[in-house]
């Protein structure tokens, strides 16, 4: 198992991307600028690696819950429903090298194997991840105390990291919310929203929103959190 079968293809893509832009502008971040205390290049790796297993950890904890809550759906229902009708499931299965082809036979039973390799893969990364930031974070707290950003090289290195972290959180907000709201949706809806028996889709849908609620969640307390690192947001509390 890697990180990129956390989350599905498209969100990995989209999340990704914004986080290794986030990364590289933290490390160009105050180059012009004197570093009288020579904490720049200590700013730049602390923010750095804060900011990979922030997200990491964040989307880790999200790939266990979505391994733990698929658990809930009925995978014979969903696979029966794409399965070829009897005749022709039949034809295949006299077919040497085809009877073993999902949906063709009974080679493919469903199993929740998947779902428990992904929440325990997940759990596991996350665990490591949760680690590797809260070992940093101690350490870039002692550099650049919370409310303390100045206008140093350091402190640019430290504003670049805030900025980046709550672009990336709200983006992880506003997608989670949507993938959400089609999870309710599909509760609400089945017969719209599938092509399946109605009780698994609507499971599929109670799993979605269960999970990206959570996403969702998480997200916006990572955005809070950085958001009041800066100190113009000290200053207005």
Request: charged share 20%; with cysteine; glycine share 10%.
């Amino acid at each position: 198992m890697n990180l990129l079968d956390i989350l599905p293809g498209e969100l990995a893509l989209i999340f990704g991307v914004p986080l290794v832009v986030a990364v590289i502008l933290v490390l160009v971040a105050g180059r012009r600028d004197d570093d009288a205390a020579h904490t720049r290049t200590q700013a730049r790796y602390l923010a750095a690696i804060c900011l990979v297993s922030l997200f990491v950890a964040l989307f880790a904890a999200f790939g266990t819950v979505r391994g733990l809550t698929d658990l809930i759906v009925d995978k014979s229902g969903v696979e029966s429903s794409g399965r070829p009708p009897p005749p022709f499931r039949d034809i295949l299965d006299s077919i040497p090298g085809l009877g073993n082809l999902p949906g063709s036979g009974n080679g493919g039973l469903p199993s929740d194997d998947a779902d428990y390799r992904l929440a325990v893969g997940s759990a596991l990364f996350a665990v490591a991840a949760v680690g590797v930031f809260v070992f940093h974070d101690r350490r870039a707290r002692r550099l650049v105390p919370p409310g303390e950003i100045d206008q140093s090289s350091t402190g640019r290195v430290a504003r670049a990291a805030v900025y980046g972290a709550c672009f990336i959180a709200a983006l992880v907000v506003l997608l989670a919310l949507a993938k959400a709201g089609y999870g309710l949706f599909r509760v609400i809806a089945p017969d719209v929203t599938g092509r399946g028996p109605d009780d698994a889709e609507r499971q599929r849908g109670i799993a979605e929103l269960l999970s990206y609620s959570l996403l969702a969640a998480g997200g916006a307390f990572v955005f809070h959190r950085a958001w009041r690192w800066l100190p113009e947001q000290t200053a207005g509390t």
